[in-house]
């Protein structure tokens, strides 16, 4: 199993960027994924969350109407596309699956503890 998150830069506040979240061996429609972000001395937080095919979608209240969760199955690929983008979104941003068997749901989607494999992060930060 394994993931990698890429598209991370440097965005002037207000702008927008889409990251990636690269996925290979396992069946992507079987699996949800999150993203989550860090930023310097804070915990790990989740921002969103997909569930298997194509069904719910959850966000953290801090990023709901600004940022986008998606999949594409063809491409074995999870999209999270970030705009209006606020300093406050500067961390390190990861994709992640949850463990085998792990149930998530809207109550527990963001506890980083469910989720047993993780990208190695990107970078976003946000500055003018």
């Known amino acids: 199993v394994q993931l990698q998150a890429s598209g991370g830069g440097l965005v002037q506040p207000g702008g927008s960027l889409r990251l990636s979240c690269d996925v290979s061996?396992?069946?992507?429609?079987?699996?949800?994924i999150g993203w989550f972000r860090q930023a310097p001395g804070k915990e790990r937080g989740g921002v969103a969350y997909?569930?298997?095919?194509?069904?719910?979608?959850y966000y953290s209240d801090s990023v709901k109407g600004r940022f986008t969760i998606s999949r594409d199955i063809t491409k074995n690929a999870v999209y999270l596309q970030m705009t209006n983008l606020e300093p406050e979104d500067t961390a390190i941003y990861y994709c992640?699956?949850?463990?085998?068997?792990?149930?998530?749901?809207?109550?527990?989607?963001?506890?980083?503890?469910?989720?047993?494999?993780w990208g190695q992060g990107t970078q976003v930060t946000v500055s003018s």
């Open positions: 061996g396992f069946t992507l429609d079987d699996y949800g």
């Open positions: 997909t569930s298997r095919r194509e069904g719910a979608t």
């Open positions: 992640a699956r949850p463990r085998s068997g792990t149930i998530v749901s809207i109550r527990t989607w963001y506890y980083f503890q469910k989720y047993g494999y």
